[in-house]
């Protein structure tokens, strides 16, 4: 995985026969009072480790596209203007910043269900952001959220319930717990596998240290504990690589075990 070209919003890596563009939309502070330990109560104190922008964790929002030069996915939206914040809905400045026509997109995979992940599938001006679209792929468990303004995909969603090819290196694999539908997307190269998902790590300078932290928003915190456990184990063998939503954007990089948890290591400096 080499860094090839980056800018305000993107950074394109070079993976094997593919290129993987991750697209910045944005930031959104939290307080620290969501995440949660194995009791489901907010945490007394955050380790020395953990940044905070005045009082609040801030959490990177990322969306990643993956081609061959041929075909295309572009994994997760961003927010659009859902949350009407000017700190978000970056995504379509992103595109257009790395050189990628929204009219090219066919396919978009969703990790979830929630509003920074999937909205960004209309523009702020009520108009479809990817006018040649094809197909949604998401989590069968979260497929509710197409009513309202997103009620025009519900005829092209492919709802996941198992892991399902949807193309020659990307496969989608359900991973349930922060939401019903909660998916991920293994990318396969040449040269290695990249795990992309949504909000498996949340605040990752605490996280990946201490896996068993939760998240208020995980809908059922023990099964997405143990889903994060699982994909962790994975990503520590060689030659595997994750891309995060709320990693610090880019938010490629590999994972290493490191004491009782894991050590993340950036394939590229910070943007935004």
């Not at 795990?195 to 605490?206: I, N, S, Y």
Request: glycine residues 10%.
């Amino acid at each position: 995985m080499r860094l090839i070209s980056s800018g305000r919003h993107h950074a394109t890596f070079e993976f094997g026969d593919l290129q993987v563009v991750s697209l910045r939309d944005g930031y959104i502070d939290m307080p620290p009072t969501r995440l949660r330990d194995e009791d489901g109560c907010a945490l007394d104190e955050l380790p020395a480790a953990v940044p905070l922008v005045g009082d609040n964790l801030r959490l990177a929002v990322n969306a990643f596209f993956v081609t061959d030069g041929t075909r295309s996915v572009l994994i997760d939206t961003g927010a659009s203007d859902v949350w009407h914040d000017p700190t978000m809905g970056l995504i379509y400045d992103a595109l257009d910043e790395a050189g990628i026509d929204r009219a090219q997109v066919t396919d978009v995979a969703i990790t979830h269900k929630h509003e920074d992940h999937v909205s960004g599938l209309i523009t702020p001006d009520g108009s479809e952001a990817f006018g040649k679209l094809e197909r949604v792929w998401i989590g069968a468990g979260d497929t509710s959220v197409f009513t309202g303004r997103l009620e025009p995909f519900r005829d092209r969603l492919v709802p996941v319930s198992e892991a399902v090819a949807i193309n020659d290196w990307t496969t989608a694999i359900p991973t349930p717990g922060h939401t019903p539908g909660h998916t991920v997307y293994q990318v396969r190269s040449g040269t290695g596998h990249l795990l992309v998902w949504g909000d498996t790590v949340h605040v990752p300078t605490l996280q990946f240290e201490q896996p068993n932290i939760a998240w208020e928003f995980d809908g059922d915190q023990s099964q997405a504990r143990a889903a994060r456990a699982t994909l962790l184990e994975q990503l520590a063998r060689p030659h595997h690589f994750v891309a995060g939503a709320h990693l610090d954007s880019p938010g490629i990089a590999r994972v290493t075990p490191s004491g009782d948890g894991y050590a993340l290591e950036y394939l590229a400096p910070p943007i935004g």
